[in-house]
């Protein structure tokens, strides 16, 4: 195993599945999403390994998640795995709205109803930490690469590529043009598609691009083969 990959978590908790939120949901009550987490997360041994960490960022229908799913076929399960840095956070919003959480997950018009108010409520909490989130899904690990489906904000990118937390970070920007994106569903949301978990990223220097489009100069099922070859290259440095 390479010795760049090892180092230790700066925040270690036992892995917060969807599952484990919701018991400690259901011991808490709606005490907010801090009362959870402060009931799963007690001192713990820090994991040996730290994963090589791909952090995906794009705008609605640009095709993240598919993207990601891709990737993670291409690395293997045994490799890769995704996290979603809003799945704990829908979660919380889900359990203290009385919303139904596997259709907040999902692409469809049960979350765009939500999401302008999810956005407000969890800048509300990233205002107290902006790493809050991050942290759950780093602690739930189990791979040597993790591939972060959903980055919106500048600190989510710092978060990773701070040096002393010991990650070996690769960001990638999924890019369709909006032609493309309304085929797919997208319409323009004032206080969705301007604000800055749309729009806090964009402009940034990235180490790979993929463009999602048909007919783009680099086909996606290539992009994506390049992007895998890079991060089997970090595995094995």
């Given at each position: 195993?390479?010795?760049?990959?090892?180092?230790?978590?700066?925040?270690?908790?036992?892995?917060?599945?969807?599952?484990?939120l919701?018991?400690?949901?259901?011991?808490?009550?709606?005490?907010?999403i801090m009362g959870i987490v402060s009931s799963i997360c007690r001192p713990s041994k820090p994991s040996k390994q730290v994963p090589v960490v791909?952090?995906?960022?794009g705008k609605r229908k640009s095709g993240k998640d598919y993207c990601t799913e891709r990737l993670k076929s291409e690395l293997g399960p045994e490799t890769a795995e995704i996290g979603r840095l809003s799945a704990p956070l829908k979660l919380a919003y889900a359990k203290e709205h009385d919303l139904d959480y596997k259709q907040l997950l999902s692409d469809g018009p049960y979350k765009e109803?939500?999401?302008?108010?999810?956005?407000?409520?969890?800048e509300e909490r990233r205002t107290k930490d902006p790493g809050f989130f991050a942290k759950l899904v780093v602690a739930g690990c189990?791979?040597?690469v993790l591939i972060i489906?959903?980055?919106?904000?500048?600190?989510?990118?710092e978060?990773?590529?701070?040096?002393?937390?010991?990650?070996?970070?690769?960001?990638?920007?999924v890019e369709a043009t909006e032609e493309t994106r309304k085929t797919r569903g997208w319409v323009f949301t004032d206080g969705v598609d301007n604000v800055e978990s749309e729009c806090g990223l964009d402009g940034r220097n990235w180490d790979h691009v993929i463009q999602n489009d048909p007919g783009a100069k680099v086909p996606l099922t290539d992009a994506l083969k390049i992007l895998a070859s890079s991060i089997r290259g970090r595995l094995e440095d």
């Amino acid at each position: 195993t390479s010795s760049r990959l090892r180092g230790e978590f700066s925040c270690i908790c036992p892995a917060p599945s969807p599952h484990t939120l919701d018991r400690n949901f259901e011991k808490t009550g709606r005490g907010g999403i801090m009362g959870i987490v402060s009931s799963i997360c007690r001192p713990s041994k820090p994991s040996k390994q730290v994963p090589v960490v791909v952090i995906f960022s794009g705008k609605r229908k640009s095709g993240k998640d598919y993207c990601t799913e891709r990737l993670k076929s291409e690395l293997g399960p045994e490799t890769a795995e995704i996290g979603r840095l809003s799945a704990p956070l829908k979660l919380a919003y889900a359990k203290e709205h009385d919303l139904d959480y596997k259709q907040l997950l999902s692409d469809g018009p049960y979350k765009e109803k939500y999401r302008k108010d999810m956005i407000r409520w969890g800048e509300e909490r990233r205002t107290k930490d902006p790493g809050f989130f991050a942290k759950l899904v780093v602690a739930g690990c189990t791979r040597p690469v993790l591939i972060i489906s959903d980055a919106r904000r500048i600190t989510d990118i710092e978060f990773f590529k701070d040096p002393a937390k010991g990650f070996n970070p690769i960001t990638v920007r999924v890019e369709a043009t909006e032609e493309t994106r309304k085929t797919r569903g997208w319409v323009f949301t004032d206080g969705v598609d301007n604000v800055e978990s749309e729009c806090g990223l964009d402009g940034r220097n990235w180490d790979h691009v993929i463009q999602n489009d048909p007919g783009a100069k680099v086909p996606l099922t290539d992009a994506l083969k390049i992007l895998a070859s890079s991060i089997r290259g970090r595995l094995e440095d």
